[in-house]
């Protein structure tokens, strides 16, 4: 029965997500887990919204902002794409010092988010193919600050 009511949420979800989001939107969040994962507008919607989650819940409150946040994937040896969201956050530190971070989301099961060198490395792969979106900077803020 559980696996019934999922199935409909999930298909309902699908039914009504019939365009992009606009940012600040008062549409409610669907949790990460419960994203239907289908099309280039969904897998970018579950990246936003893991990549917000995320921030939200391992970095302090302070300001923080975004830049150059985009869409691309990796096809892997077997043809798979393995779609990610990559871009910089600014931090400021407790002595005031600020500095543009890297930061790349995954979407594995469901996602994984990697900090700094390891995220640069990640996005700056010769491989990457990035998606035809622009600049997810502001859709990104508007997620985190809607779960602020």
């Avoid at 309902?12 to 239907?36: D, I, K, M, Y």
Wanted: with cysteine.
């Amino acid at each position: 029965m559980r696996y019934l009511a999922i199935s409909f949420g999930l298909i309902l979800l699908a039914a009504c997500n019939t365009g992009p989001r606009q940012p600040g939107n008062s549409q409610t969040e669907t949790p990460v887990s419960e994203l239907n994962i289908t099309s280039i507008d969904s897998i970018q919607q579950f990246l936003l919204i893991a990549a917000a989650t995320d921030f939200h819940n391992h970095i302090p409150p302070d300001p923080l902002r975004f830049r150059d946040v985009r869409l691309g994937h990796l096809t892997g040896s077997n043809g798979e794409k393995r779609y990610i969201l990559c871009g910089q956050f600014l931090h400021t530190e407790e002595k005031g010092k600020s500095e543009w971070t890297s930061f790349v989301t995954i979407k594995t099961d469901p996602y994984e988010q990697w900090l700094g060198n390891q995220a640069a490395a990640f996005c700056n792969d010769q491989s990457v193919i990035w998606e035809n979106v622009s600049d997810l900077s502001s859709l990104l803020q508007s997620r985190l600050d809607a779960l602020r």
